[in-house]
């Protein structure tokens, strides 16, 4: 049987200095363990870890990466810990601006699997490239403990830093779906640390099926700040990563409202859709099976984030759910998934996170039963 790399992890990198610092800065390392948790799908006997120094101002030196089932917390499980190294030697220097992919690396991985990625971080790189809203809590200890067991007194921290993704081996022909998006594709508002998000759902809901993480909070399809913009990272971020065969675009939401909040213009309509028709057709070129999701309501968010909720931008949202109805065979309608019957500009009081634009846990699983029935339909009579 052919086997190839498949994505099974990714945590989309978002700039440690000009984006997310605004709400949620980054930080530096210097001889201290980072441990890092991560819940893999797909079953294989090797794997490989991304380090990235994406966004990092000068090159980045690792001294020592392990892997290790996980435990509870910041333990692992005893027996199970085992060095990734990277051109076969345990240290790796990352150039500003660019990736690590380790060698392979014997591990055996199941359907789900939840795994502990240490790096002891022997000097300071200055601020990390990071992932803000991880949802998952990692523990940073001083010295090198990339073996320890357990992480004794351990500062906890609430970011992703410098871990890019982990590929498995795997039979060729496995589906690997690219979720593609910004805080609700991210898991804000779903409870931490219970892997609640609506892409964590859908891979239960699709068999022998990869769901990566693409989502950014705070994303915009056409402006940078909280990270790169969608149609710069399309490539970078879906289109480069190995075995993708589907992906889910939920994008557009933050290019309507956050204008309004930072006091910006208003974005007109038919740039949005020029947006989502470039990605569209980018992934087609690729040979990949897109599902585009209409964009969410948000009525009533002004009281928890100002300038959101305009009636200018729900013309806005109208007119581009409009467009994406009528312009593809398949979409995911999470509008009319999560919106309330009697209000329809409205997110649903038991999908409401708090906020009026997140879906809450139960949200996320509406959201995840919608999009497993369009990818399905993506593909035609079985």
């Excluded at 591990?107 to 795994?115: M, N, R």
């Excluded at 002891?120 to 523990?139: I, V």
């Excluded at 931490?192 to 994303?219: E, F, K, Q």
Aim: charged content about 20%; glycine content about 10%.
């Amino acid at each position: 049987m052919t086997t190839i790399w498949t994505a099974a992890f990714r945590s989309a990198p978002v700039s440690a200095y000009e984006s997310m610092t605004l709400i949620h800065p980054s930080r530096a390392f210097n001889d201290q363990t980072l441990r890092q948790v991560v819940r893999v799908r797909g079953a294989g006997d090797r794997l490989r870890i991304r380090l990235s120094n994406q966004y990092g101002k000068q090159p980045l030196t690792i001294a020592r990466t392990s892997v290790a089932a996980h435990d509870t917390r910041s333990s692992i499980t005893a027996g199970t810990d085992t060095a990734v190294t990277f051109g076969g030697t345990a240290q790796v220097t990352i150039e500003a601006g660019a990736e690590a992919v380790s060698d392979p690396v014997d591990f055996v991985t199941a359907g789900v699997s939840d795994l502990a990625v240490s790096t002891y971080h022997a000097s300071d790189a200055g601020p990390a490239t990071y992932h803000p809203f991880a949802l998952q809590t990692g523990y940073v200890v001083a010295g090198d403990a990339v073996s320890r067991t357990r992480l004794t007194g351990a500062e906890e921290v609430e970011s992703r830093f410098h871990l890019g993704g982990i590929d498995i081996e795997a039979p060729e022909g496995r589906r690997v779906v690219a979720a593609f998006g910004d805080s609700i594709t991210d898991g804000v508002g779903t409870t931490h640390g219970t892997h609640r998000r609506y892409p964590d759902l859908l891979a239960g809901r699709l068999a022998d099926t990869s769901v990566v993480n693409l989502g950014i909070a705070g994303n915009r399809l056409l402006s940078d700040v909280f990270g790169e913009r969608g149609i710069a990272r399309f490539e970078r971020d879906v289109l480069a990563a190995p075995g993708v065969t589907h992906v889910v675009v939920e994008l557009g939401l933050n290019d309507i409202g956050l204008p309004g909040m930072l006091g910006l213009p208003a974005v007109p309509a038919d740039d949005l859709i020029d947006g989502l028709d470039s990605i569209t057709r980018q992934a087609a070129r690729a040979g990949l099976t897109t599902v585009v999701a209409t964009l969410t309501p948000f009525a009533g968010a002004d009281g928890v984030s100002p300038g959101f909720d305009t009636p200018e931008g729900e013309r806005t949202r109208q007119h581009v759910n409009k467009w994406i109805r009528a312009h593809f065979d398949v979409v995911a309608d999470l509008d009319r998934a999560l919106r309330d019957p009697a209000a329809p500009a409205v997110l649903r009081s038991d999908y409401d996170s708090g906020d009026h634009i997140h879906p809450n846990d139960a949200g996320a699983e509406a959201m995840a039963d919608i999009v497993a029935r369009a990818v399905r339909e993506s593909e035609g009579p079985s």
